[in-house]
């Protein structure tokens, strides 16, 4: 299996070319796969269909360098004074992101579990009533439509954004619920029609509506994982977001992470392990890869970084977003990124305590 392990410059160019749809996992400032999303800024890889699940950082990047094309997403905000990310916005509003479909986090997870299962949709009721199912950004270009061969306009996107059918249950699975001992305690508050309302809305026929989401399927997706075994076996601490879903409904799934470890290290407590060998395509190791953000009981997140960004950036041209971002990672490789850029001082200065996961003495709003 150790043709596994390469290099993020190796795994970028066997893997990443122009045009690629590429999912990016971790969670806002939560173990991104920085390292990976570097190296393709280095490799200058473009025309990008970028989908992510509550990002932004990498996307930020990307977007800066002028590397994305269609974006697909579920957050647009930034850590560190952004409630939208600077050159995400101005791309947008500039055409350099030509096109960009939205959803929510929940039908967005939804869609990445139908992925890994390999299955046609998975329901979903959170997005109901929202204007996200106005809006369809991919349909109005044309691209859910198929080719006169009957092959679809892009292998990444579904003939159709949602679906929305009659419940052929009737509500019976909504909580809470009734027993025979009467009602159920959950904090699962999804049954809005148990008191009669139900609607014909979406559908024209009186009955409880359920919306279904198609699965998600990019040609690459990155994940970072604190450890990964040299076999390919893939260990993620902490909050998993939609890193374990996301990782498998992929073609190819690369894998960066803070250290490589003998098989037999996993396999001690194998109940603790997500992505099993034989999914993994490419393994990246790479200590300190995901700063700025937090990888658990490793190192937190650099919220300075975030504050000094914001600064840098605000306000200025896309031009000049551009020169900060080519400027930022203009590095041999990670290790020559994280010694000059941020220096040794600093990233040990965010080490995790082994008693609390991160690190509890961190200014968080030092600048």
């Given at each position: 299996?150790?043709?596994?392990?390469?290099?993020?410059?190796?795994?970028?160019?066997?893997?990443?070319?122009?045009?690629?749809?590429?999912?990016?996992?971790?969670?806002?400032?939560?173990?991104?796969?920085?390292?990976?999303?570097?190296?393709?800024?280095?490799?200058?890889?473009?025309?990008?269909?970028?989908?992510?699940?509550g990002g932004t950082l990498v996307?930020?990047?990307?977007?800066?360098?002028?590397?994305?094309?269609?974006?697909?997403?579920?957050?647009?905000?930034?850590?560190?004074?952004?409630?939208?990310?600077?050159?995400?916005?101005?791309?947008?509003?500039?055409?350099?992101?030509?096109?960009?479909?939205?959803?929510?986090?929940?039908?967005?997870?939804?869609?990445?579990?139908?992925?890994?299962?390999?299955?046609?949709?998975?329901?979903?009721?959170?997005?109901?009533?929202?204007?996200?199912?106005?809006?369809?950004?991919?349909?109005?270009?044309?691209?859910?439509?198929?080719?006169?061969?009957?092959?679809?306009?892009?292998?990444?996107?579904?003939?159709?954004?949602?679906?929305?059918?009659?419940?052929?249950?009737?509500?019976?699975?909504?909580?809470?619920?009734?027993?025979?001992?009467?009602?159920?305690?959950?904090?699962?508050?999804?049954?809005?029609?148990?008191?009669?309302?139900?609607?014909?809305?979406?559908?024209?026929e009186e009955g409880v509506k359920?919306?279904?989401?198609?699965?998600?399927?990019?040609?690459?997706?990155?994940?970072?994982?604190?450890?990964?075994?040299?076999?390919?076996?893939?260990?993620?601490?902490?909050?998993?977001?939609?890193?374990?879903?996301?990782?498998?409904?992929?073609?190819?799934?690369?894998?960066?992470?803070?250290?490589?470890?003998?098989?037999?290290?996993?396999?001690m407590a194998p109940e603790h392990?997500?992505?099993?060998?034989?999914?993994?395509?490419?393994?990246?190791?790479?200590?300190?890869?995901?700063?700025?953000?937090?990888?658990?009981?490793?190192?937190?997140?650099?919220?300075?970084?975030?504050?000094?960004?914001?600064?840098?950036?605000?306000?200025?041209?896309?031009?000049?977003?551009?020169?900060?971002?080519?400027?930022?990672?203009?590095?041999?490789?990670?290790?020559?990124?994280?010694?000059?850029?941020?220096?040794?001082?600093?990233?040990?200065?965010?080490?995790?305590?082994?008693?609390?996961?991160?690190?509890?003495?961190?200014?968080?709003?030092?600048?």
């Open positions: 299996m150790n043709d596994k392990i390469m290099s993020a410059k190796e795994a970028v160019e066997r893997f990443i070319k122009p045009g690629c749809h590429i999912a990016f996992g971790g969670f806002t400032i939560l173990r991104r796969p920085m390292t990976i999303a570097r190296e393709i800024v280095r490799q200058d890889i473009g025309d990008l269909f970028v989908t992510m699940n996307e930020e990047m990307l977007a800066g360098a002028g590397l994305i094309k269609w974006l697909e997403s579920t957050y647009l905000g930034l850590e560190g004074g952004m409630p939208v990310a600077y050159a995400i916005r101005k791309c947008i509003e500039e055409g350099v992101i030509e096109l960009v479909e939205d959803y929510s986090n929940w039908s967005f997870a939804q869609r990445t579990l139908a992925g890994r299962l390999g299955l046609p949709f998975m329901p979903c009721m959170g997005d109901l009533g929202s204007d996200l199912i106005e809006y369809d950004t991919f349909g109005k270009a044309g691209l859910r439509q198929a080719n006169e061969d009957g092959t679809p306009k892009h292998f990444g996107i579904p003939p159709a954004k949602y679906h929305i059918i009659d419940d052929p249950f009737d509500g019976f699975g909504l909580r809470p619920s009734y027993f025979r001992s009467g009602e159920d305690s959950t904090g699962n508050k999804t049954n809005f029609y148990r008191t009669g309302r139900k609607s014909a809305k979406y559908t024209g359920v919306l279904l989401v198609p699965p998600l399927k990019p040609e690459v997706s990155v994940i970072r994982a604190q450890r990964a075994a040299i076999d390919g076996t893939v260990r993620i601490e902490g909050l998993i977001g939609p890193d374990f879903d996301q990782g498998l409904c992929g073609k190819t799934l690369i894998v960066e992470c803070e250290r490589i470890c003998p098989a037999d290290e996993l396999r392990n997500q992505i099993a060998a034989h999914f993994v395509d490419a393994i990246v190791m790479q200590p300190y890869g995901g700063y700025p953000t937090a990888v658990p009981n490793y190192y937190d997140y650099d919220y300075s970084w975030f504050r000094k960004y914001t600064e840098a950036v605000n306000k200025g041209s896309l031009e000049d977003v551009k020169a900060f971002w080519l400027d930022h990672v203009n590095s041999v490789d990670d290790w020559d990124y994280l010694e000059k850029n941020v220096g040794y001082d600093k990233l040990f200065s965010l080490r995790a305590d082994h008693n609390y996961h991160y690190n509890p003495n961190l200014d968080r709003f030092a600048k």
